[in-house]
């Protein structure tokens, strides 16, 4: 018997979910959904090395809310990805988890009808649903690491995998980084801090030994081997940090601590002040940048969804915008198409040459 005045005082209630394993047979993953990620994950690989002279282009909603509006956002997606092809390896950002400063919806996982409900068990199937589509349809998947026992769930179907600016300075996000299978993007802090990155990238390419669940669900000592394709996300600070001048700071501190010097630039965020907007101007002048020399760029994000900005959750899905994001806002599919169209068409011969 468990002592019931000390034991679990501020459980309210407890809700088995089922393993792993349980979830993966429910929704398999085909033979050609693993080609898909396999070989995404390797073109990401190859990206990294220099051996393939594209970019990686990350572009998607801020988080997912509505699979439907997802579905579609993602065939629009694949039609653009053939077209950019010899430029751009085109990732759609799949985030069903949403780090909060303080309080605010979490994602889709954890609350997947908006309603305060928290029907996770029902988040996770939805996510799985989703990006079992996505890689039978070809596209890579890429999201951010926040709670550590669902990549056991989902990570089977993902390509490319972020730490946050909230959590790169976590010993367990570092931990958890340095065994995912994917390429790992680490962003620099909330206010900028570009050695907190540097120190991640650092900690995730060695091995470390932590507590985490198997694929049956159990609780599970973790050996790492260490993650080799760790790279710097610079998503702006306090002030914006992809001009030419924060660019070579960052290359500096990353050459110092003996690490690969290869940067993605996030269009949005600090970058762009959070204003959607912007996100064009910071991707032509990163444009710039590769057209005047620079090998340090290795890929770009974008915040994009089927409709331009964002809105406010009052009622549910009640009477929500089809498309649109509900936390930070995006760019249209129309401008999103358009820039990158444009990009992919001044950058072609360069990123022949480079």
């Known amino acids: 018997m468990f002592p019931e ?3 679990n005082v501020n459980i309210l209630s407890e809700r088995l979910l089922p393993s792993p394993a349980e979830v993966k047979s429910k929704l398999p993953l ?13 073109t990401l690989e190859r990206i990294l090395r220099r051996e393939d002279k594209r970019l ?44 909060r ?27 799985r649903e989703l990006l079992l589509y996505l890689a039978e349809l070809g596209i890579a998947a890429g999201t951010e690491a926040l709670d550590p026992i669902i990549p056991q769930y989902l990570h089977d179907l993902i390509s490319w995998t972020s730490v946050g600016a909230r959590t790169s300075e976590s010993q367990r996000h570092r931990e958890m980084a340095s065994g995912l299978s994917t390429p790992i993007g680490i962003k620099n802090g909330t206010d900028g801090s570009i050695q907190v990155a540097v120190n991640a990238l650092s900690s995730i390419q060695r091995s470390h030994h932590f507590l985490g669940i198997s ?3 159990q ?19 306090v002030r914006p940090n992809y001009d030419a001048e924060s660019i070579a700071e960052c290359e500096h501190q ?4 003996g690490l690969p010097v290869r940067l993605v630039v996030d269009c949005s965020h600090g970058n762009s002040l959070k204003n959607p907007s912007i996100q064009p101007h910071v ?10 020399g620079n090998r340090s760029i290795v890929g770009l994000m974008l915040e994009s969804n089927l409709g331009y900005g964002s809105q406010k959750v009052s009622d549910g899905r009640a009477n929500l915008k089809y498309g649109v994001s509900i936390t930070d806002a995006c760019l249209g599919w129309s401008t999103t198409e358009r820039i990158v169209l444009e990009a992919s068409e001044t950058l072609r011969e360069c990123l022949r040459r480079r």
Not at 65 to 90: C, I, K, M, N, Q
Not at 101 to 127: M, Q, R, S
């Open 254 to 257: 990353l050459a110092e601590a």
């Open 5 to 7: 005045r000390i034991y």
């Open 101 to 127: 400063t303080t309080l605010g919806w979490k994602g889709l996982i954890n609350d997947p009808y908006l309603d305060d409900t928290f029907a996770i068990e029902e988040g996770l199937t939805i996510a």
């Open 283 to 292: 991707l032509e002048n990163c444009v710039e940048q590769l057209l005047e």
């Open 219 to 237: 609780c599970t000592i973790m050996e790492t081997r260490g993650n080799p394709y760790g790279h710097l996300v610079l998503r702006g600070g």
């Open 215 to 217: 694929r049956e669900g």
């Open 30 to 42: 085909t033979p050609a959904g693993e080609d898909t990620v396999y070989n995404s994950r390797a």
């Open 56 to 99: 990686m282009l990350i572009l998607g909603p801020c988080s997912i809310h509505d699979p439907a509006a997802a579905r579609e956002y993602a065939v629009l997606l694949r039609g653009l990805a053939e077209r950019v092809s010899d430029t751009f390896f085109l990732v759609m950002r799949t985030y069903f988890e949403k780090p």
